[in-house]
């Protein structure tokens, strides 16, 4: 018997190649991207962090006797030695003032403050929001919530402060009780808006403020417990899809013109 003949096997089909590879300027353009949001934030960091060094120290130096600097007895300066007398000082008026007689300046010196004009307002608002963020009593921005905003079903981070204060709840509708909360705007967290919101609408999220604060600059792009790689690949990428986004509207050809007649 013959065998019948199979049909030829066909071959497997090679993956077409990139019809446009990258050429050497687009692979520098990326990685140069790469490197620049890699390095980046660690600059600007030690560079903020060199400038409040030398900040505190160009404050605290002329407080400081000739005789104690560094520089007198060394052939250059010492960056960080104001810092450390800040330190020691702030940590010396602490305990004085936790004791009889440091209270009793402490509120001397208050009272002479009250009693200014323009000085007192200042004074009383800055201590406010001094205790409040260094007191370790309070509650303002250790919680991050979602608040429906800027219309029903669009979401945004909040971060949840303390209740409105008594003269303040008694004019807001409704018997539900409110919370006080800042919604931060992108990319800058530094600005945004203030507002009452019942408690029943806010929806309290399991992240840290500093978590929500990268999330709120990086505009979603670097998601909180994501992986520091990950976060890295997917700023080149948008920063790369954003440069092949204006390249091929420069190339676009433009639209032709009806001929007037």
């Not at 030690?46 to 005789?67: A, I, M, Q, S």
């Not at 402060?161 to 800042?182: K, R």
């Amino acid at each position: 018997m013959n065998r019948e003949e199979l049909p030829p096997t066909a071959p497997l089909e090679e993956p077409l190649p990139d019809a446009h590879p990258p050429g050497l300027m687009a692979r520098f353009r990326n990685y140069f991207l790469t490197g620049l949001i890699v390095a980046g934030p660690v600059a600007i960091t030690l560079y903020l962090t060199w400038w409040f060094v030398n900040w505190v120290d160009n404050l605290v130096r002329p407080f400081v006797p000739t005789v104690y600097r560094p520089e007198t007895y060394l052939p250059f300066g010492l960056p960080g030695s104001g810092l450390i007398v800040a330190v020691i000082a702030l940590t010396l008026l602490g305990f004085l003032t936790a004791n009889l007689i440091g209270r009793t300046l402490v509120d001397l010196g208050e009272r002479l403050l009250g009693r200014m004009p323009v000085v007192r307002a200042i004074y009383r608002g800055l201590k406010q929001v001094f205790e409040t963020l260094f007191s370790g009593k309070g509650s303002s921005f250790r919680k991050v919530g979602l608040v429906e905003f800027p219309s029903p079903g669009m979401w945004s981070i909040v971060l949840i402060s303390q209740s409105p204060s008594a003269n303040v709840a008694s004019q807001l509708p409704g018997q539900e009780e409110h919370i006080s909360v800042f919604l931060p705007c992108a990319p800058n967290p530094t600005t945004g808006f203030f507002f009452y919101v019942p408690k029943s609408k806010i929806i309290e999220v399991d992240m840290t403020t500093e978590d929500a604060a990268t999330l709120i600059m990086s505009a979603g792009v670097v998601q909180p417990g994501s992986d520091p790689q990950k976060r890295n690949a997917a700023l080149a990428g948008m920063a790369n899809a954003a440069r092949v986004a204006n390249s091929a509207a420069g190339l676009k050809p433009a639209p032709a013109k009806a001929k007037v007649e």
